[in-house]
Structure formats: structure tokens, C-alpha cells
């Protein structure tokens, strides 16, 4: 059975594949965004001085770096209704939330290792020319620090990103309807493996140029400050 | 008249180490301080207990007849009157020179943009660096980051300006008019505590020179008694060191 490009372009335009696509890109965003917020204070604490802090830190980005990601997902997904028998009856608790959960605990591990190595990399003193200028302890990290650490994360924070959109196709595991859960169920009626796969390889290579072009605009408005 | 700054028997240690030991000193407004001493005598150490980037561990420091303690507000209130600058600029790299001049009168005083973008013109003017404004502060010269440096302080209308060695990492050309900003600054009446091994400029401008040496002070004279007749065997070998 040769390539059929037919079969190709109505696989790209099923309603569900185009359904999956855009839960994949939904969930990525939200995962990312989420985790984004969630692992400052995780890097501060694993930057931090006090021990406790620093220590449960640790321990929380040795476990999360360790753990297969399809273990997570099946440990949210079947563990913990066993844990809360509540969350069986729950209607919000669905396979999206699910995978949701699962992904940010994973990623808050990854990125609060980019954003401490970033925070480190800010030179000491412009955290003390803010102070001296009077600026409170917030506004320092918001208006001094956090921007320059900023521009250092950023890209491996795009590496993490295109990491989250590729690890969401793990969550067919949980029955979550992304690229993948449609692209298999679809293979099980045709047996036409490559015009599906190939479908599913577009659809992550468009989400992805998607989010390079965005990276390239946001690392050109901030290269006109490193000109020299 | 309420005395600028008051150190009283103000010590410091890094876990067992004493980098300041009973230190006494008290600058009236207006007064012009040189500290100089060799490196490692507690002299940075000193000027930066002064708006708490440093905690001191024992005595009391007053500024402006506010005394420095844990109480937040005393320190922010303290350090929007204390200006500072430092050995290598700390300026804001990823701000323009116009933007690192008006964050804090905009963030603290909440100064209006316009009003703030006023004021850093003035000052910039002062400092003879207006054609930089919306440049970037790599993209300036050593000592033109340093003048930026001295604007950005001003800007928040100081009462006081500390000096942490702000020639120490310029190239022997442009120490010249960096001096010439401070020195410009010290006839508007500035007071001023500056830390430096210019000693020309100690001379010029100092009313008091502070000599400490092991995180004490050894003494403090005017500068023409200090450099023609120091009375401390500690002085006198730094003074000839500086020399050859």
C-alpha cells in the first residue's frame, strides 16, 4: 500500500484529530503557564539559605526528575480516586485534569532548576543598587531581577515547552482524547500506520514552529538591550 | 542641628571574623568624608552598615536622627534619603539609562513618569551624559556608567551620597571625570562619605579623612594634618605605600 495523500489530508482535517490537536496545545499552554508560576518559590527554596526549605526543595525536584512521566499520569489518574473515593463521583475530576496535575508537578521540578540556575546568574550587586535606591524586597525581584533572569531562561524554557506539548501525548494512557489517543484508535479501524502518524507528526511540527516564531520575536525585542 | 550619620561603638563579624570593632563616627550635613585604609580594613563594610546592605551586629547607627533597625520602614525610609554608588556601576542592564534613572522616583516616590523623565533629564544634564538617554548601559564607557551611576542616586533626591570605591574599576582616563561629577557634587553641599584611594581627590575635597586599618579606625583628620603629618605608625606605612 503506497503513501495515499488523500487519506493524509482527510486524517488532518478529522474533527477529532483537529479536536486533538487543540487539547494538546491547550493542555501544553496551561501546564506551562501554571508550572511557570508555581516554580519560583520552588527555585528561591532551592537557592535558599535556610535548610528546610532548601531541603524539601530538593527532595520535591529529585522525585519529580525521577519519575517516569506515564507513572505520574497512572498515579493521578487511578491513585489518587483510591486515596479520595470522592473524586470518583467528582464530574470536574477528568482525564484533562488529570493529565493537567500530573504535567505541573513534572515541569514545576524542571523549571525551578532553569529559573534558580537564572536567578544565580544575576550579578549580586543589582539586587543591592535596587535596595540602596530604596526599593522593597518584591520590587526588586520583580522589576530588577526577575527581568534579566528572565532573558537567561528563556531558551531553555522554549526546550521545556516543546518537552510538555511532546510528553501530552502520553496521556492517552488516561484516556485523555489528544493527537495521539485519536491517531491510535484511528490505525485500530484502518491500518493505515503512516498517513496517521504523519498527520500527528505535522500537527506537533506546527505547534511547535507556532511557539519558535513566538521565541523569536520575544529574544529580538530583548537582544536590543545586549547590543554591545 | 540633627547630626547626618552616627556610628556609636558599631561593631560587625563574619561568624568568628570582626570586620568592624567598635567603630565611632559622626558626619555632620554637609560634611565630606574620605575612608581609606588597606583592603580587607572593614572600609566598604563601614559605608554599607550605613543603609543596612549590611546588618551591624552591635551599637546603633542613626542617620538623619533615624535609627537603622530591623523595622522595615526605618530602612526603606532611610535608604530613599541615602544615595550610593558602587565600584562597578550596578547599573540595570536590561533598562535604559533613562529607565535606570526613573525606576525608584517612580516605584518608591511614586513620582509621574513625565515628572520623573524630567528630573533624570536634569540630572543626566548634571553629569553631562543627556545624549545617552535611551541608550543602554553596555553600550556605554566605564566612567560614562559610573556618571549615569551618580545621576540614577540623584534622582531620588538624597540627602546623603555614599561612595563605595567608585573609581576602583575605571580605566586611569576616566577616573578624571568621574572625580570631577563628585566634585562638583561636594560644592552643592552634598554630604558625602566616600570611600577611596584617590588621594588628590581626598585632599581636594575631604573635610574629615578616616583612616581605618583592621576594622578599626586608626584616625580621622583633616587631610592636610593626615597626609603631611600622620601620627599612627599604621598610617604612615600606608600612606608611603600609596606613594612608591
Redesign the interface.
Known sequence: MAFSFELFIEAMLTPAMIRGAGIALVLTVLVFVISFFACLPMALWLGSKKKLRNIAAKLYVWVFRAAPVILILLFVWNGTPQLFPALLKSSWFTPFVAATVSLVLITIAYMAEIMRSALSSVAPGQGEAAQALGLGRFQTFRLVVMPQALRIALPPMVNEFINVLKVTSLAYVISLREIMAVVNDSIAATFRFVEWYTAALVYYLIIVSLFMMLQGIVARRQSKADLA | MTEAVVLNNVSKSYGSFPVLKDINLSVEPGEKIVICGPSGSGKSTLIRTV?R?EKHDSGSIHVDGIELSDDLKNI?QI??R???C?Q?F??????TILQNCT??PV??LKASRQEAERTAMHYLEKVRIPEQAQK?P??LSGGQQQRV?IA??LC?KPRMMLFDEPTSALDPEMIGEVLDTIDALAKDGMTMICVTHEMGFASRVADRVVFMDAGQIVETRPPKEFFEDPRNERTKKFLSQLLN
Open positions: 543603609n546592605l526603606d535608604r530613599s541615602v544615595g550610593m558602587f562597578h550596578n547599573l540595570f542592564p536590561h533598562l525606576l525608584a516605584h518608591v543602554y553596555s553600550q551611576a540614577r542616586a531620588m
